[in-house]
């Protein structure tokens, strides 16, 4: 690896080397161009321990892709690439099994289901920023729901409404995640419980006035009797919330403003 000084300030490829800048550093960095084959990678002795690392993340970005759904499509809210985030969750998941061989280490969240609690969809204004009221919510395993009690809303005071669009809403999910274990059969990575791998069920509010005043409310979320049917120790119940911002759309209709919003992971349980 080389520093390039001087004038020259490029990025990209020339010739046999490659000219890229890093993360903060003000400088140019190049580096010739190589490495080992796809081929080599894939037979080669040497490269063994490589092909482990390699099927693992495969598992641990296909958990981190349902997770999302799980969400109850409340990831929509985030301001920042979620996935870098989720992939690096699971991936840390399954550094801690130590009863299985790298290469199919299980991805286990029900394991240690408070690692997700309070996990935040936004970074320059997480959801307590901008919904300032305290919520209460719990989970109740033995029949498949979830919980949350919303106190009195005073738009104007409990809500800190960035943009100052007109009309706000809130958004209630109750998704599942089942753990993730290798199939030595299929020789890949597979969820515990497909049948309710990400699934959500939603309540979404209805749309309120910035300036108004709305009552306490208690939302409650079950699964369906089919999806019950198939809820065991492996699953886990994420329950999460959200509130976005809307404005008159051509038709008078209230729309959401897309990146006007924020969310969050209540529990896991």
């Known amino acids: 690896m080389a520093i390039v000084k001087g004038t020259v300030v490029m990025t990209g490829s020339f010739g046999n080397a ?8 003000d400088k140019v960095i190049a580096r010739t161009k190589g490495g080992p084959s796809k081929e080599k990678i894939k037979t080669s002795p040497r490269f063994g321990n490589f092909r482990l690392q390699q099927t693992e993340w495969k598992g641990c970005t296909g958990f981190a892709s349902v997770l999302r759904y799980a969400f109850g499509g409340l990831h929509r809210l985030a301001d920042y ?24 280490r299980s991805i286990c969240l029900s394991h240690l289901r408070y690692t997700l609690d309070n996990f935040n969809f936004n970074r320059q204004y997480p959801f307590n920023t901008v919904f300032r009221l305290m919520v209460s919510s719990a989970i109740d395993r033995s029949e498949a729901s979830g919980t949350v009690h919303i106190p009195r ?18 958004i209630v999910s109750l998704g599942v995640m089942s753990d993730v274990k290798w199939d030595a059969a299929a020789s890949e990575f597979r969820a515990a419980t497909p049948d309710i791998h990400g699934i959500s069920e939603v309540w979404t ?30 699953a ?3 329950l999460s919330m959200g509130i976005e911002f809307g404005k008159p759309g051509f038709t008078g209709e209230t729309l959401p403003v897309k990146y006007a919003g924020c969310g969050r992971v209540l529990r896991v349980g």
């Open 18 to 25: 490659s000219f890229y800048t890093r993360r903060g550093s």
């Open 81 to 104: 690439n979620l996935t870098p985030a989720l992939n690096a969750f699971a991936k840390n998941l399954q550094k801690t099994d130590t009863e299985n061989p790298n290469g199919q």
């Open 153 to 170: 809303i005073i738009a104007l005071n409990d809500i800190l409404n960035i943009q100052k669009l007109p009309y706000f809403r809130l």
């Open 205 to 234: 509010g209805e749309w309120c006035h910035t300036e108004s005043v709305t009552d306490e409310q208690t939302i409650k979320l079950q699964l369906t009797d089919n999806d019950r049917a198939y809820f065991g120790d492996n």
């Open 236 to 238: 886990s119940l994420i």
